[in-house]
């Protein structure tokens, strides 16, 4: 396969976020890990998760004062569910905060590799040349996730990747950069080195205007007979 993945070894890396030094020749265009926030608020849904919880407390309230209490025990319904609430809100926001802490995106001229994992610490070399192609689905403010479509046979698992991967794409899992600072200018960089790799000019996509924010814009796809060429994103 194209595609190497190695086993845990984050303690003994080379090189920050890479299984090894790179090959002489090779260089290191950018490297970067995922935004807290947004790992916490569009991965693990916390925001959602706090109003799911919120109405259920009130809706508690609410039934106990229906039945002729009063507010204060409308109040006192909610103590014992509120730390469990509170606990399942930490729990998400633990799980985002390692997640952001424990990945490192690396682009280099000639591949992606990906560190992630919290427990058992994976790395996914991805080749450029392997790409068929890219798209950028942005996010709040300049960050965004940059999903890459596999050519040929190679595929990761889905269970390997995630949260590193677009979502229910389970027979063919695309890797994704998720929430990335500053997004439209990895995918440039990405759309640029792709192109020096492979000798063939990327075709940009323009992002239709109409088209709400988080919903990915990918290339349309390449005839057999000629070489894949990934989105690049319009100047902006």
Do not use: C
Request: hydrophobic share 45%; charged share 15%.
């Amino acid at each position: 396969m194209s595609i190497e993945s190695h086993g845990h070894e984050h303690e003994l890396e080379p090189q920050y976020g890479l299984p090894e030094r790179l090959p002489v020749g090779e260089h290191i265009l950018w490297q970067g890990s995922p935004d807290f926030r947004t790992v916490a608020l569009r991965v693990f849904h916390v925001r959602k998760a706090a109003i799911y919880f919120a109405a259920l407390l009130l809706l508690r309230a609410g039934f106990a004062m229906s039945d002729g209490g009063t507010l204060l025990d409308g109040v006192v319904s909610m103590a014992w569910p509120l730390p469990l609430a509170l606990t399942a809100l930490a729990s998400l926001s633990a799980l985002a905060w390692m997640t952001a802490r424990t990945t490192v995106y690396t682009l280099t001229d000639k591949r992606v590799v990906m560190r992630i994992g919290i427990v058992l610490t994976l790395t996914f070399n991805i080749p450029l040349r392997t790409l068929r192609s890219a798209a950028l689905r942005r996010g709040e403010g300049r960050t965004g996730d940059i999903v890459m479509q596999l050519a040929g046979p190679d595929h990761i698992a889905f269970l390997h990747l995630w949260p590193h991967v677009r979502p229910w794409r389970l027979a063919r899992p695309e890797p994704m950069l998720r929430a990335v600072a500053n997004a439209p200018q990895v995918a440039a960089l990405l759309s640029q080195a792709w192109s020096q790799v492979t000798g063939v000019a990327a075709q940009p996509a323009a992002v239709p205007a109409a088209a709400p924010a988080g919903v990915p814009v990918s290339a349309a796809d390449t005839p057999p007979n000629r070489s894949p060429r990934p989105w690049q994103p319009s100047p902006t």
